[in-house]
């Protein structure tokens, strides 16, 4: 499956972004969807997944504030953040995969497939 990651900007702390994971090659409805993030100097770390089934899990750096969902119809995956921090400063990628394990879904290694990454920059 190959993945584009959209929707990546320039914002102040507070407000909002929605992300966009968009599909093409395979439907995603059989996969497992996770949103993963890298600062500068920093490791690639979860975020927030949705499972084939629709059970979510998320990051406790970003609990609370964001939302992770998927249109089926669309064959994407979306990632709505509200009260931005500066310190969600990042590069964000979107990853699937039809095999991944519960466990497994915050280790960003044991995922198969990568989207190219959106640029979120939040100013204080």
């Known amino acids: 499956v190959q993945l584009q990651a959209s929707g990546g900007g320039l914002v102040q702390a507070g407000d909002s972004l929605r992300l966009s994971c968009a599909a093409s090659?395979?439907?995603?409805?059989?996969?497992?969807v996770g949103w993963f993030r890298q600062a500068p100097g920093k490791e690639r770390e979860f975020v927030a997944a949705i499972r084939w089934n629709g059970n979510r899990n998320y990051a406790d750096s970003v609990k609370g504030r964001s939302t992770i969902s998927r249109d089926n119809a669309k064959n994407t995956v979306y990632l709505q953040m509200n009260s931005l921090k500066p310190e969600d400063t990042a590069v964000y990628y979107c990853a699937a995969d039809s095999q991944i394990i519960l466990s497994s879904i915050p280790n960003s290694r044991l995922w198969g497939s990568w989207g190219q990454g959106t640029q979120v920059t939040v100013s204080s």
């Open positions: 090659g395979r439907t995603l409805r059989t996969y497992t």
